[in-house]
């Protein structure tokens, strides 16, 4: 198994461009999630999606955008390229049983990005 | 809204002795704490994790302890060595509408000296 694997690895946008970042997870997992993290700080959700055609805000959604058409794949959308959005972006996928009882979070290679 | 929180913010400690992380949760059905570690560069990666039906588990140099009353729990690296030396992230279960999510604290940098 491959994990969770994000593209791309780096990329340079310039402010008010648009891009699409990548995750795929091969290990079946029901729940994916995109955090970012900002230098020497922690881990902030953005969106999650507890299974195909299902998405949710996390705690910063704004300027992002996500879709999840297949369990496999759960792109997140950047519109309108901003400084603060200036970040490394982790997406993570998990197995969630429907009774309440949660695995852990498996983290893809991040995707580091800059806006200038 | 639910928070964890995480001390120290740094730690230094030197090679051999013993580190101690702390995390304090706020929603009391949580039930579910993983402990990440991340290198520099590096993606966060899962070292132990607990559940809330269990007080403490153990694996080699790492532990990690649990109290629900009080809604702490804690990692414990003993005889530590340098490439220890890391950002430890401590996380906590949320449900909300159906849905899990985990709360990270704010990540501890600990420093292993030679």
């Known amino acids: 198994n491959a994990g969770v694997t994000q593209t791309p690895k780096f990329r340079i946008l310039k402010i008010g461009q648009s891009m699409t970042l990548q995750c795929t997870q091969d290990m079946n997992h029901n729940y994916m999630y995109w955090y970012r993290q900002d230098p020497g700080m922690g881990l902030k959700l953005i969106y999650y999606?507890?299974?195909?055609?299902?998405?949710d805000k996390g705690e910063v959604p704004n300027g992002y955008n996500v879709s999840r058409s297949t369990t496999e794949d759960f792109p997140l959308r950047l519109e309108l390229a901003a400084p603060s959005q200036t970040s490394v972006y982790f997406c993570?996928?998990?197995?969630?049983?429907?009774?309440?009882?949660?695995?852990?979070?498996?983290f893809g290679p991040g995707t580091r990005l800059t806006v200038l | 809204g639910e928070n964890v929180e995480q001390h120290p913010s740094t730690l230094s400690v030197q090679e051999g002795d013993s580190a101690v992380i702390k995390c304090t949760y706020s929603?009391?059905?949580?039930?579910?704490f993983p402990w990440y570690k991340q290198e520099l560069g590096k993606r966060p990666q899962l070292i132990i994790d607990?559940?809330?039906?269990?007080g403490e588990k153990k694996d080699q140099r790492i532990a990690v302890t649990l109290n629900k009353t009080a809604k702490h729990f804690s990692l414990h690296i003993t005889e530590t060595q340098p490439e220890d030396s890391a950002v430890y992230f401590c996380a906590a279960s949320i449900l909300g509408d159906s849905s899990y999510k985990l709360i990270f604290g704010s990540g501890t940098r600990l420093l292993v000296r030679p």
């Open positions: 929603d009391s059905a949580s039930n579910y």
């Open positions: 999606s507890v299974g195909a055609g299902i998405t």
């Open positions: 607990i559940r809330s039906n269990v």
């Open positions: 993570a996928s998990s197995y969630v049983l429907m009774q309440g009882s949660t695995d852990t979070q498996y």
